[in-house]
């Protein structure tokens, strides 16, 4: 059994929160606001600060208590327009063209959870009462987690990929699938976390995360059907 993933630690080859600074000038210009995505070194993710006032650098007791939800940018404020086309291929703009090399990882945890969310379906029928409600609502939370991982794929490429029909494995028995179901849920568990290793976007880093503790816990909840079973 595979314990519980940590947070993800990013290197340190270069200051995140200088590139965050250099990409937020180029995209507003002339703007006097400031970057609002800091770098937080203890948490490992990056998260939002407070929008400082005209011409003020943020406070060092302000960025300790920035909240906690990560890559969101606020709105421009009204009559501003961003300053060209954002993110650029010669930046290292979030969910951008630089992370085009993990595309392909994308689009095959994507296909994964599409066909994982056709399995619990399945099963749902199979099963009665709570154990169906469960199954059906595990199937739900697969569809959900694709279409976080489309979003990602579509911010970086500008391509939708939503693949159909995705199949999922013969099923010889309901307690023979939840086994494999459960060994499956630690695997991509392990997929993600390999994930958040081999890119350096953060936004990616930290969707690939919370996706590795999901699987973690649907591989709970099977092995919770299991003792019900």
Same mark, same amino acid.
């Given at each position: ?40 070194? @203890? ?5 939002? !600060?407070?929008?400082? %006032? ?7 007791? !302000?960025?300790?208590? !920035? ?7 606020? !709105? %421009?404020? %009204?009559?501003?327009?961003?300053? @060209? ?7 290292? @703009?979030?969910?951008? %063209?630089?992370? =085009? ?7 095959? =945890?994507?296909?994964?959870? =599409? ?9 749902s029928r199979r099963a009665s009462g709570p154990p169906a409600r469960m199954l059906a609502a595990l199937s739900g939370e697969k569809k959900h987690r694709a279409k976080r991982l489309a979003a990602a794929y579509f911010l970086i490429s500008g391509v939708r990929y939503w693949p159909e029909g995705e199949k999922c494995p013969p099923m010889p028995s309901y307690l023979g699938t939840l086994r ?26 930290? =969707? ?22």
């Amino acid at each position: 059994m595979q314990e519980r993933p940590s947070a993800p630690q990013m290197g340190a080859e270069e200051d995140k929160n200088a590139v965050f600074a250099r990409v937020w000038r180029r995209v507003m210009g002339d703007q006097p606001m400031a970057c609002p995505i800091v770098w937080d070194t @203890g948490g490992a993710s990056p998260t939002q !600060a407070p929008e400082a %006032p005209e011409g003020a650098e943020p406070s060092e007791e !302000a960025t300790q208590e !920035a909240g906690t939800k990560a890559c969101a940018l606020p !709105a %421009p404020p %009204p009559g501003c327009r961003p300053a @060209g086309d954002f993110p650029r291929e010669d930046t290292m @703009g979030v969910l951008g %063209p630089g992370s =085009l090399d993990s595309a392909p990882v994308l689009q095959t =945890l994507l296909r994964r959870e =599409l066909a994982d969310a056709r399995e619990y379906q399945q099963l749902s029928r199979r099963a009665s009462g709570p154990p169906a409600r469960m199954l059906a609502a595990l199937s739900g939370e697969k569809k959900h987690r694709a279409k976080r991982l489309a979003a990602a794929y579509f911010l970086i490429s500008g391509v939708r990929y939503w693949p159909e029909g995705e199949k999922c494995p013969p099923m010889p028995s309901y307690l023979g699938t939840l086994r494999r179901r459960f060994a499956q849920e630690q695997t991509t568990m392990a997929a993600y976390l390999t994930g958040i290793e081999t890119t350096d976007d953060p936004c990616l880093r930290q =969707l690939f995360y919370e996706l590795a503790q999901g699987a973690w816990d649907h591989a709970c909840k099977v092995r919770e059907l299991v003792e019900m079973a």
